[in-house]
Each structure stands twice: as C-alpha cells, then as structure tokens.
C-alpha cells in the first residue's frame, strides 16, 4: 500500500481526520484546565499534540516534496518550491 | 505586575483563552486542508499553532515549578515532583 | 542508587564523559564532510548529537532544579532561579 | 550570490568551518563544567549550539532536495530519496 510506503504521505481525508482529533485533544485540555487538573498530566496531553502535529507536519511536507515538486519541475518553479520548503522546515524545527 | 516578572505563567483563565485561540487555529487549519491551501501555508499555520502550545506548556511549567514545588516542599513531595517536571521537559523537548 | 532515582541527574565525571563524546561525534562528522559522505547519514549523527546534548542539558536542567533551587530557597533567590530556569527551558524547546 | 538565494545551502568548506566551530563551543562547554560554571550559562551554550547544528543540517537537508534529487531523477531513485529526506527531517524534529 502506497501509504505505508511512501512514510508519511496521507490522504485528505487522513489529514482531516487526523486534524479533528488534535482540535478535539485541545478541547480536552481546556477542560484538564478548568478542572484545575494536576499541570504534568496536562504538559503530557500538550506533548501528545505536539507529536500529532509533527505527524501531520510531515505529511505535507512529504506532499510538498513529491507532488508539489514534481508540478514545480515542469513549471520551472522547483528551486523557489524547495527554497519554499526547507524554510517550512526550518521554522518546524524552531516552532515557530 | 507578577505575570511580566514571572515571564510565562499566566491565570487559568489566560491559559484558557490561548488553549481557545489554538483551538480556533486548529480549525482554520481544517479549512485549508479543505479548501485544498498551498501546504507552505499550511505548514506556516502549523509552526505557529506548535509555537503557541510550547508557549502554554512554558506557562504551565512555571506555575508547577513555582506552586506545586512549595506545596511539595511542605508536603515532603518536592523530590518526586522535580522528577515528573524534568520528565515533562524531556518529553515536551522531544515532543511527545 | 541516586543516578537512576533521579533520572537526568548525572555527576560532573558523567557529564564531561557525555560532552567528550559529543565531541567525538562533531569530528567525525566533520570526517564524513570531508570524505562527501551521503548527506542523509551525515544528517542521522547530527540528530544524534543533538540527542545527546538534549541529555547533557536535561540532567544540568535536572541539577538546576534540585541543587541549586534549594539553595536559592535559602537565599532567598528561589524565585529568580525558577525564572531563569524556565527562561533555560524556553531556549531548549527553540533550541536557541 | 547562489548562498543567499538558496537560503540554506553552505559550500563544503562552510560546512567544515560550522562545524569546527561547533567543536569548539562543545570544549567551551567541557571547561565551563570542569570549573563549575552556573548551570544556566552552560545551558545557555547547548541551546546555541543547537541552534548550530540545526543550521548545518537544514544546510546538508537544502542540499539533498536540490543536488541529491536531481541525481536521483536521472537514475530512477527520486522516490527513495524524498522518503529517505522526510525520515531525517522527522529525526531532526524529534532530535533523534
């Protein structure tokens, strides 16, 4: 199966699903929050987003380097895609 | 005013409405994976989302560095609770 | 044994070690540049180190809060000592 | 001048002269533990060089995408490259 294979690289419809879920885990959080829940357990809830984030991050990423570069390469935009791209993955590294 | 001095801790009601904008950003973000966004703008969205949880987490920790370590000191907890502190720093460095 | 208990805490022969072979590692990377090693090997030893040197900087973290935080308490720095600390923690999740 | 353009992209001797600098801020930091330096300032220093290595690997990373991958699509290996490419980028995020 292609998804397998290619890592990191998912359907719309994955990312989709996959972004819900983060939004729901920070709705999770807020209500650790008002429920004044003890901060670690939060802090752990926050790491977890994180890490799904970074998964979802990836997966664009993955994308933008097959599908994005390739149309880029017959356009004659693949040197601005990937200037495009490693700056994407500076700021992922920094956050921000 | 103590929440400049003390640099990231903030009210719970602060650290609700960061948790609320995130939850927003996390939406905004749905409806460009829908309405199929250029992915570096998506990233971008992304760092920034990863940007303002790290800034929540920082809250959190501070607070639980500053409180619950005092309580703990009290309570003769504080040994066990600079170690779920540190594994959380260790966590939230390497996100999740 | 303290070490284990404490998780991060390591000793300052501990530490030095870890930081010498930090030290190792960058040369040999320098080493693979040299010799036009594949930059995707190159790139899984700088994860590497920047493992590594997460560690270094989480059993300092670790230290920070245990040793010098109680002394603070009794000179009545501890406040400013957590604020620095977290400020530390700041710069790591950015990493600079 | 390609280096600016390109953004991240460093000569080999760049590279070298980066991380010969990296060398020696590791050693920095070796003296600052041997001599009992404030924990703080030391991790002040493992945050910049940090920052170091995330810059010679966005380099190293900027350089596969461009060079690698136009060799690898003249040989058929493009897709090897770009799942290999993402499998380090996901390795730098999480820092091993």
Do not use: F, N, P, W
Not at 20 to 38: A, F, K, P, T, W
Not at 84 to 92: D, K, N, P, T, Y
């Amino acid at each position: 199966m292609a998804t397998v294979e290619r890592g990191y690289t998912a359907t719309k419809e994955q990312l989709l699903a996959r972004l819900r879920r983060v939004e729901g885990q920070v709705r999770g959080i807020e209500r650790m929050v008002e429920s004044d829940r003890y901060c670690i357990d939060i802090l752990t809830q926050i790491s977890a987003i994180q890490a799904a984030l970074d998964k979802v991050a990836l997966g664009l990423l993955d994308d933008h380097a097959r599908h994005c570069m390739h149309k880029g390469a017959e356009t004659g935009q693949a040197e601005e895609m990937t200037t495009e791209m490693m700056a994407a993955v500076g700021r992922l590294m920094k956050r921000g």
